[in-house]
T-cell receptor, first 113, second 111 residues
Framework: SQTIHQWPATLVQPVGSPLSLECTVE??????LYWYRQAAGRGLQLLFY??????ISSEVPQNLSASRPQDRQFILSSKKLLLSDSGFYLC????????????FGQGTRLTVV | GQQVMQIPQYQHVQEGEDFTTYCNSS?????IQWYKQRPGGHPVFLIQ?????EVKKQKRLTFQFGEAKKNSSLHITATQTTDVGTYFC???????????FGDGTTLTVKP
């Protein structure tokens, strides 16, 4: 069966520090991968999505970047965090094909102080 | 761009009462998905609707897709405390093809 791993679960980082969140998927090949951010009490904002290795599409201009070095690995990064980067970050995958049902990781709650 | 609105934002019910959340899109959708997120948890896929006028049931949950494929609803009959959480719809546009999430409806159930 397919599983998705996302870590860490919680993270407290000072303003100006770098960020690296990692997500891996097991049990499937060539998945579509997504990074979402969820502000408190709000819906999910799509940040990045990827349909293959090295293929990244950015949805909103921001202080973040994403990379997909391997088929089932998706990384969210920042060189210098801002206070506004705080939130709940969720990685998700779906089967190849456009915008089928998404399976979410456990999420990372990031607080920038 | 495509906008997906959900109402109400919050709903408080007594256990045993019914609950309905509505999802409205500014554009015609190719499909709509519903997710449930428990407090402190991550969204979990519930169902996908594709056809105009489609109705699907999962035990006490009934999902509908409007005839014009621009709106959808989720109805829970006789709520239970296990139904607590935030329910999100995600509508996929016909052109760009990307899914847009609504802001969700948060349901609390008083025992």
């Amino acid at each position: 069966s397919q599983t998705i791993h996302q870590w860490p679960a919680t993270l407290v980082q000072p303003v100006g520090s770098p960020l690296s969140l990692e997500c891996t998927v097991e049990g499937t090949s060539n998945p579509n991968l997504y990074w979402y951010r969820q502000a408190a009490g709000r819906g999910l904002q799509l940040l990045f999505y990827s349909v293959g290795i090295g293929q990244i599409s950015s949805e909103v201009p921001q202080n973040l970047s994403a990379s997909r070095p391997q088929d089932r690995q998706f990384i969210l990064s920042s060189k210098k965090l801002l206070l506004s980067d705080s939130g709940f970050y969720l990685c998700a995958w779906s089967v190849t094909g456009w915008w089928t049902e998404a399976f979410f990781g456990q999420g990372t709650r990031l607080t920038v102080v | 761009g495509q906008q997906v609105m959900q109402i109400p934002q919050y709903q408080h019910v007594q256990e045993g009462e019914d609950f309905t959340t509505y999802c409205n899109s500014s554009t015609t959708l190719s499909n709509i998905q519903w997710y449930k997120q428990r407090p402190g948890g991550h969204p979990v896929f519930l169902i996908q609707l594709v056809k105009s006028g489609e109705v699907k049931k999962q035990k006490r949950l009934t999902f509908q897709f409007g005839e014009a494929k621009k709106n959808s609803s989720l109805h829970i009959t006789a709520t239970q405390t296990t139904d607590v959480g935030t329910y999100f719809c995600a509508g996929r546009g016909t052109n760009a093809g990307k899914s847009t999430f609504g802001d969700g409806t948060t349901l609390t159930v008083k025992p």
